[in-house]
């Protein structure tokens, strides 16, 4: 399958290349960066450490895109939008790691979607996607006796919040209990709140070093207390998971899909 990276001088976009290096049934054959960046004309391999590819960094994507199979995002939410129509012009597989996307990028993807084959998901990792399938579960069996809060922990350069994986994780607690993560969600609390609301499901968001991602639901009732968990300890298991849902989507039919239809996790 023949892949492109988007982003590919970046931290997570190095870390793709080099996923894409290592795994079988694949090959990069394109790497885009921004206009104006260092990185245009440079070695993608290189940059990454995995050795010299031939494939040079560029700021031109439409002709990249056209002879390629997939891209791999993990960029910025405007970036993302723009370069869903290009994959979706081209017809091939978009697979976007990119947080922060709003309601708006998501009916633009969704659009998308009707030409590209889209897997798109606020984590890639295996574990935070079983976590999520657990989240539903027990939401649904507990109800609302049980408090949702859902703590997460990144590193200082972070720029989005609550993180795309803790709302992954709210929205699988919304769905256990068939309720609108919108309309249910508290991302902030400060000053005299007043109790806290049955069925509310809660947001804290924690910043600071170079921490990967950590996160926390918490089911607390009536004098007992669940916890379901997820550690990052290395980012190359988003990249990983990337090059797999790649490979998953590449003979699939046009379409609008999560990691947990590439895990086979729904239901």
């Not at 009707?114 to 649904?140: C, D, F, K, P």
Request: hydrophobic fraction near 45%; include cysteine; charge should be neutral.
């Amino acid at each position: 399958m023949r892949l492109v990276v988007v982003g590919a001088a970046g931290r997570m976009g190095r870390m793709l290349v080099k996923a894409v290096a290592e795994t079988e049934g694949c090959r990069l054959v394109g790497a885009i960066e921004r206009p104006g960046s260092q990185a245009v004309g440079q070695d993608a391999g290189l940059l990454a450490g995995t050795g010299l590819l031939d494939v040079p960094v560029t700021d031109d994507p439409l002709p990249v895109f056209a002879q390629a199979d997939g891209v791999l995002d993990f960029t910025a939410p405007a970036a993302t939008v723009a370069f869903a129509a290009l994959a979706a012009q081209a017809r091939i597989v978009h697979v976007i790691g990119t947080t922060g996307l709003q309601e708006p990028d998501f009916a633009r993807l969704e659009a998308a979607a009707r030409h590209a084959r889209i897997v798109q998901s606020g984590n890639m990792s295996l574990g935070v996607n079983l976590l999520a399938g657990l989240v539903r579960r027990a939401a649904a069996a507990l109800g609302e006796d049980f408090d949702i809060e859902i703590v997460e922990m990144h590193h200082r350069m972070k720029v989005d919040a609550p993180s795309g994986t803790a709302l992954l994780l709210g929205e699988a607690a919304a769905e256990g209990r068939k309720v609108s993560l919108n309309e249910r969600s508290v991302r902030v609390r400060d000053g005299h709140t007043g109790a806290r609301r049955a069925g509310d499901i809660g947001f804290a968001t924690l910043r600071g070093g170079t921490v990967v991602g950590e996160h926390n639901v918490i089911f607390a009732g009536p004098g007992e207390r669940l916890e379901l968990a997820h550690r990052a300890e290395d980012r190359g298991i988003f990249a990983r998971g990337a090059v797999r849902a790649a490979l998953w989507a590449f003979d699939r039919k046009p379409g609008y899909y999560t990691m947990a239809d590439v895990l086979g996790l729904d239901g």
